[in-house]
């Protein structure tokens, strides 16, 4: 019997399981004392459902006890932090188990890789080593199979060889032969005699006497105790792990930590890979997300470009404009007129900086042979001003002309086209009702801004000439109201109305306030770009929940192998940045694409003539909140995953 300090020493120790929710609490074992020096190759025998697996759990800390104490190379393990726990399950111990448990969507070299990920080793050093090791236990034809493409015997041969891929000082094989033909047993308990023959610790359990007797020591337990404990042999190779100067290590390399980037690189790389192993699945939560980013870009570019066309459209016709229109609102009220005399009381209010009579009739114009019907208005030289309409050739006509009532026109795009084809009308004759005007100036095309190509239908001469002498009638259409200051278009109407109502004694006159009219409209633009924008963010929440959803799912489907992360040494942070760094990749993806289909989308739309603007601050904000939502919704079933029990996740199917 060695003298030295035991590696594994047991005192005492006891399991039971519930009693905790008013379930009978079932002892599994029942103070167990054992201590097992480095170097030795133990059978831990006993029937099925003895307490053999709740034991080696125990020994391999991926399960506490409940009570007792537990002391590996001296010191106490329910002191040790869980990282520390997660260092000695990463170094120290390898673990073999009945059911092989290996990742199913790793290859076999992938598989064997993880407990060297986990512990911070380069990727081409650690690589090599996994392949001498699957070359060693030959299966160097089958590096890159999945363990559903390998037999039993392989699978259990992958898993040995990540047991010694950090070194495996201490080798826990529960049942290892337990599911094998008898064949591949025999070849992987010759590997086990070979590995204890080498210096590693070997722990095998078994409820087969067979198996249990190439063990050099063998101690059987019944009911939670052990009933013998049998040496057959002293002779022990050197160990690999000596017990001394242990803690030192482990509290260095628990302290040691991989860099932020090569534990990024590697969550990515392991996102990746579950992405592609779960396509279909992957791009169904890629669509929510995408939609998502989408409409918030499509929506709010159709807002804002409406809300542009709208605001673009007004300040054509200018936002400071008010008139001045004959008749009462009241139904049986008074038909009321407005006549010239009219227009300097208006002019007299304040805040009006000018007004304008203005007349409007149907007339028949011609121009050599060509008859053509048009509108005429019968404005004064304030029109330009007032009407924000200039002309593109020649002159508008002058207060002279206006005083004079000269037989003066400036023709609309649309009359001068039909009247005169291509060739210039400027300085040429019309006849407009028989009396010879001549064409001074050609108004600017109005109908491409406004879309009212009706405007376009005009001619325009001076007031005093279309009532008088075309016309024949002195009662206005209306008055159209410039403005000095819009803000003030409220005191103005008021003024307006008390101006008018003294004069004609009676209301038979209406004030259209364009201003407030504008205001309205624009109010409601601002309103449905709102709403807009508030659908599409309700869709990238749906998106968002949609992660989630997927995400726990994810976590429930894959506890086994999380369990299988935990017992091969990830961290909790390591099992928490894994799915953190699915969900948002899956963001990030999802978000760029959402970005590129909103474009295109909004691309195809503007060749439909749907009035978009895409600002650059709603396209990084959909991203951004795409982004957080993988963040916010990835963290719950992230840091869920990361809470989870080693053994109750390797125990869940
Ligand atoms: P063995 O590996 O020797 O077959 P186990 O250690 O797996 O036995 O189980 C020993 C006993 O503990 C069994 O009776 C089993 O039902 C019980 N047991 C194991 N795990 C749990 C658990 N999580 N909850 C309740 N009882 C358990
Ligand atoms: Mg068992």
Not at 129 to 139: D, I, V
Request: glycine share 10%; with cysteine.
């Amino acid at each position: 019997m060695p003298a030295s300090l035991p590696l594994i020493e047991l005192v005492e120790v006891r399991r039971a399981y519930g009693g905790t929710d008013g379930s009978p609490a079932v002892d599994v074992l029942r103070g167990i004392s054992l201590s097992i020096h480095a170097g030795e190759f133990v059978a831990i025998m006993g029937a099925s459902g003895s307490g053999k697996s709740t034991l080696m759990h125990i020994l391999g800390c991926l399960d506490r006890p409940s009570a007792g104490t537990y002391r590996f190379a001296g010191q106490e393990i329910a002191a040790f932090s869980a990282d520390a726990l997660a260092w000695l399950r990463r170094e120290a111990f390898g673990f073999v188990f009945q059911g092989y448990h290996l990742i199913r969507t790793l290859d076999a070299l992938q598989n064997v890789e993880v407990p060297a990920v986990y512990a911070g080793e380069p990727v081409a050093q650690r690589e090599a080593r996994a392949r001498a090791l699957l070359t060693r236990l030959g299966l160097e034809t089958r590096t890159d199979h999945r363990p559903g493409q390998l037999s039993g015997g392989q699978q259990q041969r992958v898993s040995i060889a990540r047991a010694l891929m950090n070194g495996g000082h201490i080798i826990l094989a529960d049942e290892p032969t337990g599911a094998l033909d008898s064949q591949s047993g025999a070849e992987v308990m010759a590997l086990l005699k070979e590995l204890a023959a080498s210096g590693h610790t070997v722990i095998l359990i078994t409820h087969d006497r067979d198996v249990a007797a190439q063990a050099r020591r063998i101690i059987e337990i019944r009911d939670g105790r052990i009933i013998a404990d049998n040496r057959q042999s002293e002779v022990l190779a050197k160990p690999l792990l000596e017990p001394a100067g242990f803690a030192a290590r482990m509290n260095e390399g628990v302290a040691r930590a991989a860099s932020l980037w090569t534990d990024t690189r590697e969550a990515v790389t392991s996102a990746w890979r579950t992405f592609g192993v779960n396509r279909f699945r992957t791009l169904l939560t890629l669509l929510g997300i995408v939609i998502g980013v989408a409409s918030v870009i499509v929506m709010l570019a159709i807002g804002t470009g409406t809300q542009a066309k709208v605001a673009q459209k007004m300040a054509l016709f200018g936002t400071n404009r008010m008139y001045v229109v004959p008749g009462s609102d009241e139904a049986r009220g008074l038909g009321g007129t407005l006549s010239e005399q009219d227009v300097p009381l208006v002019r007299e209010v304040p805040n009006v900086a000018a007004a304008m009579p203005f007349l409007r009739g149907q007339v028949t114009l011609r121009a050599g042979h060509v008859d053509a019907g048009a509108t005429i208005w019968a404005v004064t030289p304030d029109a330009p001003r007032i009407l924000n309409w200039q002309p593109v050739r020649g002159q508008f006509f002058t207060w002279s002309d206006e005083r004079d009532l000269a037989t003066v026109v400036l023709l609309g795009k649309k009359v001068r086209e039909r009247l005169f084809g291509s060739a210039d009308a400027l300085g040429k004759y019309v006849l407009v009702n028989n009396v010879p005007f001549q064409v001074i100036g050609e108004l600017a095309e109005k109908g491409a801004v406004t879309g009212d190509s009706d405007d376009d239908d005009v001619v325009m001469m001076p007031f005093s000439t279309g009532s008088r002498r075309v016309l024949g009638k002195t009662n206005l259409s209306w008055i159209s109201v410039l403005l000095d200051d819009v803000s003030r278009s409220d005191q103005t109407v008021k003024a307006l109305t008390d101006q008018l109502q003294a004069a004609h004694h009676v209301r038979d006159f209406q004030i259209y306030n364009a201003a407030a009219a504008i205001q309205a409209q624009e109010d409601t633009q601002r309103t449905m770009t709102l709403m807009l924008g508030l659908i599409a963010a309700i869709s990238l929440l749906v998106g968002g929940i949609g992660v989630m959803n997927i995400m726990l799912m994810t976590v429930k489907e894959r506890t086994r192998e999380i369990g299988i992360r935990m017992a091969t040494g990830a961290r909790q942070r390591d099992i928490q940045r894994q799915f953190l760094t699915e969900a948002v990749m899956v963001s990030l993806v999802g978000g760029s694409a959402g970005v590129v289909v909103g474009l295109a989308t909004g691309g195809a739309l503007i060749g439909w003539d749907v009035p978009m603007i895409f600002s650059v601050r709603a396209i990084v904000g959909a991203f951004a909140c795409a982004l957080a939502t993988g963040l916010v919704f990835g963290f719950m079933p992230a840091r869920q995953a990361a809470r989870l029990d080693p053994v109750v996740a390797l125990g869940s199917d």
